[in-house]
């Protein structure tokens, strides 16, 4: 890219990103046009496989993480049980028709399903029993022992925990059934914390953490943008919001696209929904503070309508950058747990040229100076709000 943008001053500068599986290499090419744009994210958050880049990202230095990305998904992208096509040869064939193209897909995905994923997880043996009672921490096809071992080898907790990044990941407390955010700046991260956020069941285990059990925060809200928009104290932010899944979509004529269509409408989490209750709020807010402003100042110090609406009102402005990954022809409903090594080039290069897209257009990263107070940009959707 020629040249680097200049940002305004805005306080928080958020990388948000959703889970979805094999997806998420998306997200490292997202981060990579970042760093390369020298635009450094103040505060990490994410759900599932976006804990999980989250982990790298904040685990590592600056000028290492892109390196580390890189290390994590190749290490991630190969099977336990025997060898992966070399994505050189895999494209090759990939280009002659999106059926074939497919057709490779469904056996790496099948490959994935049968012996797992290298550094990452691996089937139990013996298979566990339907109904057989056992503990919270093996009620699952897979073990992810692996995970915890290649996040540690690849991440620094003391970094994580140093207070250099603000850092988020979301999971769901099984007991109770509420979301749970795990934030480093209230609490000690460990690599189990960022495992809880992508504890997906019935294929991965429970994470137990201070005597809780929990699952993937996908189950509730596979995007912390809201946890983000709305922690206190509020702050002037721009955030990067890295959609996985798409809410939009065509209507599927067969059985394999309803799964497929069925996925994306679960786990797209409705950011545009989100974005759209955030706005209406911040206008609200917004609206307090000019009232406030034209109530004499006599009447402010003295009437507790006022001190209440002070509490309420806000004048911080929001600019969310929507980056939704884009469905390719032959993808289909295993797309989150295909890691074909040609794959996760293809996902990552898509979150780079998008990224590269969208800071192409200046107007993008400035400060809002709307009614709201809040805007929201997607270079796929070329809409502005």
Not at 4 to 30: F, R
Request: contains cysteine.
């Amino acid at each position: 890219m020629k040249g680097k943008p200049t940002l305004p001053d805005y306080e928080t500068i958020a990388l948000v990103l959703q889970g979805g599986g094999a997806l998420g290499a998306y997200q490292a090419g997202v981060f990579q046009g970042l760093h390369e744009a020298g635009i450094v994210p103040t505060w990490l958050a994410g759900i599932s496989i976006g804990a999980l880049n989250t982990a790298i990202l904040a685990g590592n230095p600056p000028e290492k993480r892109v390196e580390r990305l890189r290390e994590f998904w190749d290490t991630i992208c190969q099977p336990n049980i025997g060898m992966g096509v070399p994505p050189m040869f895999d494209n090759d064939i990939f280009g002659v028709t999106d059926f074939v193209r497919g057709a490779m897909n469904s056996f790496s995905a099948g490959n994935t399903m049968v012996g797992g994923q290298a550094g990452f997880f691996h089937p139990r043996f013996p298979p566990p029993m339907w109904s057989h009672s056992g503990s919270p921490n093996t009620a699952s096809y897979y073990t992810t022992h692996p995970l915890k071992e290649t996040l540690e080898r690849l991440c620094d907790f003391d970094r994580i925990n140093s207070g250099e990044l603000r850092v988020s990941v979301g999971a769901v407390n099984i007991r109770t059934g509420n979301l749970t955010y795990f934030d480093n700046r209230e609490i000690e991260l460990r690599a189990e914390h960022f495992m809880a956020s992508g504890a997906l069941p019935p294929a991965f285990p429970a994470i137990e953490i201070d005597g809780e059990h929990y699952w993937d925060g996908g189950l509730v809200s596979n995007t912390p943008l809201a946890y983000v928009l709305e922690s206190r104290p509020l702050e002037d932010t721009l955030a990067f919001q890295v959609d996985l899944w798409s809410a939009k979509g065509l209507a599927p004529t067969n059985l394999e696209e309803v799964a497929d269509r069925e996925k994306e409408i679960r786990y797209s989490s409705r950011t545009r929904l989100v974005t759209d209750q955030l706005r209406r709020a911040q206008n609200f807010r917004r609206l307090l503070q000019r009232m406030l402003d034209d109530i004499p100042e006599d009447v402010r110090n003295k009437a507790p309508y006022c001190k209440t609406a002070r509490e309420l009102a806000c004048s911080k402005r929001y600019n969310v950058i929507h980056l939704i990954y884009q469905n390719k022809p032959y993808e289909s409903h295993y797309k989150d747990f295909e890691f074909s090594q040609a794959s996760m080039q293809d996902h990552w290069h898509s979150g780079l040229e998008d990224i590269q897209r969208t800071l192409k257009t200046p107007h993008y990263l400035a400060m809002p100076d709307n009614e709201s107070g809040f805007v929201t940009h997607d270079v796929h959707n070329k809409e502005k709000g």
